[in-house]
């Protein structure tokens, strides 16, 4: 069995709370049928400790997260660790496989979004943003130009991601690039916020366009839709497929709006 085919079925048990999550997050600890730790981990986050947001209905973040799966599984990104919903000590929630990126020895967006000296950028990344450090120096703000995160600009686009900030993106002891916390998604008005705009205006690759013709027909009928039907609602479905349809007629990365803020909160 693959990492990713763990299948988050049977019995858990809370390990720690996340202290740094703005929603109630555990992380938790699969159990043997003779009781012990199989060492299988994920991320539970019971639907009633979602906090209330003004722009997001209550109580359906963790349907988005696993909708978020199944897209990105669909179209064949596989960028999103395997996400379910099932019930757990604190209701039902969404559990998803945990990334042990401690065994990678870095954190989450280390090495993938970082902040340099304005006039020190290296080679192979990409500028997000312009700023002043604590001092008032000038920094940039830059991700990696890899191929495998400008797959996950595409995702993101899919997904109308508000929220792909450093601390959602990590690469696994084998190099695997994941991104984490779908949450804020598939809204029905654009809400991009990404730190990942350092493609703008550059052409969508030509293996994430085979990726949104696959999705698109996918999500026309069968299984694939009929499993994302259940988890948001038809105007977000509709939303998503003009979103892929859009995409497929003018395969570019869009340009950072002007009429609101297009970063997520913190960058990290
Ligand atoms: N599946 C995962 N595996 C490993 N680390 C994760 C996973 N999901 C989230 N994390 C880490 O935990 C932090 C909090 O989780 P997150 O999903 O962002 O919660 P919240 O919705 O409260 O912001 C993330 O910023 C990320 O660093
Ligand atoms: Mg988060």
Same mark, same amino acid.
């Given at each position: 069995?693959?990492?990713?085919?763990?299948?988050?079925?049977?019995?858990?048990?809370?390990?720690?709370?996340?202290?740094?999550?703005?929603?109630?997050?555990?992380?938790?600890?699969?159990?043997?049928?003779?009781?012990?730790?199989?060492?299988?981990? #994920?991320?539970?986050?019971?639907?009633?400790?979602?906090?209330?947001?003004?722009?997001?209905?209550?109580?359906?973040?963790?349907?988005?997260?696993?909708?978020?799966?199944?897209?990105?599984?669909?179209?064949?990104?596989?960028?999103?660790?395997?996400?379910?919903?099932?019930?757990?000590?604190?209701?039902?929630?969404?559990?998803?496989?945990?990334?042990?990126?401690?065994?990678?020895?870095?954190?989450?967006?280390?090495?993938?979004?970082?902040?340099?000296?304005?006039?020190?950028?290296?080679?192979?990344?990409?500028?997000?943003?312009?700023?002043?450090?604590?001092?008032?120096?000038?920094?940039?703000?830059?991700?990696?130009?890899?191929?495998?995160?400008?797959?996950?600009?595409?995702?993101?686009?899919?997904?109308?991601?508000?929220?792909?900030?450093?601390?959602?993106?990590?690469?696994? #002891?084998?190099?695997?690039?994941?991104?984490?916390?779908?949450?804020?998604?598939?809204?029905?008005?654009?809400?991009?916020?990404?730190?990942?705009?350092?493609?703008?205006?550059?052409?969508?690759?030509?293996?994430?366009?085979?990726?949104?013709?696959?999705?698109?027909?996918?999500?026309?009928?069968?299984?694939?839709?009929?499993?994302?039907?259940?988890?948001?609602?038809?105007?977000?479905?509709?939303?998503?497929?003009?979103?892929?349809?859009?995409?497929?007629?003018?395969?570019?990365?869009?340009?950072?709006?002007?009429?609101?803020?297009?970063?997520?909160?913190?960058?990290?």
């Amino acid at each position: 069995m693959t990492a990713d085919d763990l299948p988050l079925t049977g019995d858990f048990e809370v390990e720690g709370v996340l202290t740094d999550a703005s929603n109630l997050t555990a992380r938790v600890l699969f159990t043997g049928a003779d009781g012990k730790p199989t060492g299988e981990r #994920a991320l539970y986050k019971p639907i009633r400790g979602e906090a209330p947001l003004r722009d997001f209905p209550q109580g359906t973040l963790g349907h988005r997260e696993v909708a978020a799966y199944l897209i990105s599984t669909t179209g064949g990104w596989d960028l999103i660790p395997r996400t379910v919903l099932r019930d757990g000590p604190l209701g039902p929630g969404s559990l998803q496989r945990w990334i042990d990126w401690e065994a990678a020895g870095h954190q989450p967006g280390q090495s993938l979004l970082e902040a340099f000296p304005a006039a020190a950028v290296p080679e192979g990344w990409l500028t997000v943003v312009h700023g002043e450090d604590g001092e008032g120096r000038p920094v940039v703000v830059a991700h990696r130009d890899a191929p495998d995160l400008a797959s996950m600009a595409v995702l993101d686009l899919v997904l109308n991601n508000a929220d792909r900030k450093g601390a959602h993106l990590v690469r696994d #002891a084998d190099g695997r690039l994941w991104g984490f916390d779908h949450g804020l998604t598939l809204h029905t008005e654009d809400k991009l916020r990404t730190a990942l705009w350092g493609w703008a205006g550059r052409p969508v690759p030509a293996a994430d366009i085979a990726r949104l013709e696959r999705l698109r027909t996918l999500l026309e009928s069968g299984s694939s839709r009929a499993a994302i039907e259940e988890l948001i609602s038809a105007e977000e479905l509709a939303a998503l497929q003009g979103r892929v349809t859009r995409l497929l007629a003018e395969p570019v990365y869009p340009e950072l709006p002007t009429d609101r803020y297009p970063l997520p909160w913190p960058l990290w």
